[in-house]
């Protein structure tokens, strides 16, 4: 791990970093992509209320960077979710880190397969882990707005059958 670096558990005091971080992201990485009404479904989808609901039902990891919060994901029952590197430190290896943590998780528990919901901004990154884009998936956002996205899968080495 790089000097600074650190993979934890969170804890509830971490919500509101936590969800300026994804919303902050979102933000940055989909506005642009994505049309106003894509963007503002994303944030209520990453809402303080599912941040919470996802802590009860599963794990989220956060990675701090010198105490401070920069990137997030969880695993809930096989589905990786809310996986986001803060942009000032994307491209780093940052988000390679905690997807190995992610899929550790899911190994462990005995998944032979990681399954989630794959952005536009997101589809080289994923690709390049490994997963297959299965679906090709849609959400109509209301006035003529659309948000798309792939179901995605990899197959998990040492997870069980």
């Known amino acids: 791990m ?15 970093p936590v969800g300026r971080l ?13 049309p106003p009404r894509a963007v503002r479904f994303f944030k209520e989808f990453h809402s303080g209320e599912k941040i919470l609901e996802r802590h009860r039902k599963g794990e989220i990891l956060v990675v701090e960077k010198e105490g401070k919060v920069i990137a ?26 905690l997807m190995d943590r992610l899929e550790d998780r899911l190994r462990a528990g005995g998944r032979p397969l990681a399954e989630l919901s794959v952005s536009l901004p997101s589809r ?14 849609s ?23």
Do not use: M
């Not at 589905?79 to 994307?90: N, R, S």
């Not at 080289?124 to 998936?137: A, K, P, Q, S, V």
């Not at 959400?139 to 059958?161: C, H, N, P, S, Y």
């Open 2 to 16: 790089a000097r600074g670096i650190a993979i934890r558990s969170f804890r509830e005091a971490d919500l509101v």
């Open 22 to 34: 994804i919303h902050r992201t979102i933000e940055i990485c989909y506005s642009g992509v994505y």
């Open 72 to 97: 997030t994901g969880s695993v809930v029952a096989g589905e990786i979710l809310g996986v986001f590197v803060h942009p000032d430190f994307q491209k780093n290896g940052y988000g390679r880190l």
């Open 124 to 137: 080289r990154f994923y690709e390049n882990r490994g997963y297959e884009l299965l679906e090709e998936c």
């Open 139 to 161: 959400i109509d956002v209301g006035e003529g707005q659309r948000l798309d996205f792939w179901k995605a899968a990899k197959t998990l080495a040492g997870g069980e059958a």
